[in-house]
Structure formats: C-alpha cells, structure tokens
C-alpha cells in the first residue's frame, strides 16, 4: 500500500510568515508522529497523536508550532511567524498500534526561512 | 531521560565487506525498543531492524544484525556482504515499551559509505 506521504517536499518562506506542513499516515495507522531534523543531526521528537487527540506534544518548542488532525488521519503541522532557526526537514511518521508499533516515516518536507 | 550516542560520524567500507556500526544508549528503563533506520539522500527514514530489550536473541534481517548487550546498554549493527546500496547515514534510536505511545530517540548518526 501507499506509504507516508508529505506535502509540500520543500518550502521556502520568508521570516516571520505562516506556514504549514501536512502529512498523510499509511491508512488505518493511529498513532501519527511529528519530528524535526536539523541538518547534521537526528530527528527530535515534536508531537504524537493517537487518533485526533495529540497525546502527547511535550517536544513542541514554543507556542509557535501547533499541530492538528481533526479527523484521526491527516495532519498538519503549523508554524507561526517563522524564524530562521526553524529551518529543518520535518519528518512525520505513523504506526498501528503502540507495541511494538514500528514507526514508518514519510520523505519529510524541508523547510527553509530566510 | 533516555540518551542515544553513536560515537562514529563517519564510517566507510569496501563492497562486499563487513562493517559494524556502534551505539549505546542510557535509560533507567527494563522494557524497550531499539532500532536501526538508514536514511539516504532522499530523506526518507527506512527501518532496517528492531531489537526487543526482553529478548536475548539478537535480531537479524538478511544481511544485518544486531549484537545486543543490555548489561553494557549497547546495541551495535552488523552490516555483511556491504553492497553500494548502503550507502546511508545510519541511526540508532529508543522507544520505551514503558510509557503509552512513547516517541523514537534517535543517536546523531553515522555516515556510511561504501567504496567499489
């Protein structure tokens, strides 16, 4: 079946504009995960939904990143008045189930501020 | 917290050797989840194997394996018969199988090349 897929593959935005990422999980995955991935670096964890609750989001930076997936299966990650040091790729990823729940990523979207 | 190091930027090997890649982690944790993903220039994250801490049986995949030492918290990829395809930049991560739904933690990775 169709994997992980991440819309747009790039982006480049301007400091201090919005801007927001979204991901599509593989069907019927309920866990659904954000990471952000500095250049050189793995990727830190963002925030994890189980269905359309974020259960956890302790890996958001500040309240300028939100996320949302009102209906349990795509996701859109938002970034407020963008700052230069939010220039990363952001990698989504899904799974079914908790345990052992294998975490399948998508392509990820590099986004780019200037 | 849960700490992942790989200690080898960089690693490079000739086709159709064998290469080892290291990792260690810290947790305080008895049940959890390690895995290798390789990820090529494309970005996409592709899981290579997964290693159950309450299993003493190391994992293999094909020509990958694992050596899996709990006591040392060491959990090292084996990769044989290294092909131009794993060419890669390779990264160790945790889950706990303690807390619901638990993130990945993922080491900073090491660079593989593979040399014809």
């Known amino acids: 079946g169709a994997g992980v897929s991440q819309t747009p593959s790039n982006k480049v935005t301007e400091k201090g504009k919005y801007v927001e990422l979204r991901c599509d999980p593989i069907?019927?995955?309920?866990?659904l995960y954000w990471y952000r991935q500095s250049l050189g670096q793995g990727p830190e964890f963002l925030i994890y939904?189980?269905?359309?609750?974020?259960?956890?989001d302790s890996g958001l930076p500040n309240d300028r990143f939100f996320a949302v997936r009102p209906e349990g299966s795509v996701s859109t990650l938002k970034i407020q008045r963008t700052e230069r040091g939010d220039s990363a790729v952001y990698l989504c990823?899904?799974?079914?189930?908790?345990?052992?729940?294998?975490?399948?990523f998508g392509p990820g979207t590099r986004l780019t501020v200037t | 917290a849960q700490t992942v190091t790989q200690s080898q930027p960089e690693m490079s090997v000739q086709e159709a050797e064998t290469v080892t890649l290291s990792c260690t982690y810290d947790?305080?944790?008895?049940?959890?989840?390690l895995f290798w993903y390789k990820q090529p220039p494309s970005r996409q994250m592709i899981l290579v194997i997964r290693?159950?801490?309450?299993?003493?049986q190391n994992a293999t995949e094909n020509r990958f394996s694992v050596n899996f030492q709990k006591a040392a918290k060491s959990f090292s990829l084996k990769i044989s018969d290294s092909q131009l395809g794993d060419a890669a930049m390779y990264f160790c991560?945790?889950?706990?199988?303690?807390?619901?739904?638990?993130?990945?933690?993922f080491g900073e990775g090491t660079q593989l090349t593979v040399n014809p």
């Open positions: 990823a899904s799974s079914y189930g908790l345990y052992p729940g294998e975490q399948y």
């Open positions: 069907s019927g995955h309920t866990a």
């Open positions: 939904f189980q269905g359309t609750g974020a259960a956890d």
């Open positions: 947790t305080s944790e008895s049940d959890y989840y």
């Open positions: 290693q159950e801490a309450y299993k003493q």
């Open positions: 991560a945790y889950r706990s199988g303690e807390t619901s739904g638990s993130r990945l933690t």
